[in-house]
């Protein structure tokens, strides 16, 4: 069983910063992709930044010069590094990756259970 596990979300001043983690854990034998997306209230999930094994990223185009995504594979961890951060930004944000367990054939999307971000005054 391979795990998903958040930390960081919280509440936040406009124009502020926030670091998200997400840390995989279990029989893994290779990570490929690692993302994060969120959920505002009412509203749908929608992707926020991507990273390969390699290093490749994307964003969506409202987070683009503000978050950063960065992962280390010797840890199997993702971060998002917040910054300037808007009301807009308030949601679930939950991790994403694309998981080989050890002796399987094929890679399995594993979501984590998600951490707030409010972003309040």
């Known amino acids: 069983q391979v795990q998903l596990v958040e930390s960081g979300g919280g509440l936040v001043q406009p124009g502020g910063s926030l670091r998200l983690s997400c840390a995989a854990s279990?029989?893994?034998?290779?990570?490929?992709?690692m993302g994060w997306y969120r959920q505002a209230p009412g509203k749908e999930r929608e992707l926020v930044a991507t990273?390969?094994?390699?290093?490749?990223?994307n964003y969506v185009d409202s987070v683009k010069g503000r978050f950063t995504i960065s992962r280390d594979n010797a840890k199997n961890t993702v971060y998002l590094q917040m910054d300037t951060l808007e009301p807009e930004d308030t949601a679930v944000y939950y991790c994403?990756?694309?998981?080989?367990?050890?002796?399987?054939?094929?890679?399995?999307?594993?979501w984590g259970q998600g951490t707030l971000v409010t972003v309040s005054s």
């Open positions: 994403n990756a694309q998981i080989l367990r050890e002796h399987a054939l094929r890679y399995l999307e594993v």
């Open positions: 279990g029989s893994i034998a290779s990570i490929s992709v």
């Open positions: 990273i390969t094994f390699g290093g490749s990223t």
